[in-house]
């Protein structure tokens, strides 16, 4: 069974040597210790997972040595590692979780 979901953002336009350009960066809302915190994020339609910043783990509660660590590929040649936590975000009205951790 596959299912999918549409969620239409606004999404700002900038002049370039080019001509116009779309900017896929959006704000969304990321919950932490005391609430929700506004962050930008770059929306990768394609992208299996979204990464975000190690500050943003701190900020949101993660104790970052206590993630597992996973290697993942990206553009670029080669694998990096990372470490893969749950990041809860608010889109609008909904809350989702933008990456899980694995079952163990």
């Known amino acids: 069974m ?9 999404l700002r336009r900038h002049r370039a040597t ?5 900017d896929p960066r959006i704000v969304i809302d990321v ?7 506004s962050r ?5 339609t394609g992208a299996e997972l979204s990464v975000a910043p190690r500050y943003l783990a ?3 509660g993660l104790e970052w040595d206590s993630l597992p660590t996973v290697r993942v590929i990206g553009v670029g040649a080669g ?3 990372t470490r893969l936590g749950s990041l809860p975000i ?3 009205t909904g809350i989702a979780s933008a990456v899980s951790s694995p079952r163990a």
């Open 58 to 60: 701190r900020e949101i």
């Open 31 to 37: 919950r932490a210790r005391r609430g929700y915190l």
């Open 40 to 44: 930008e994020f770059l929306i990768d």
């Open 2 to 10: 596959t299912s999918s979901v549409s969620i239409d953002f606004p």
């Open 79 to 81: 694998q990096v590692a």
């Open 18 to 22: 080019l001509g116009l350009i779309v």
């Open 90 to 92: 608010r889109i609008g």
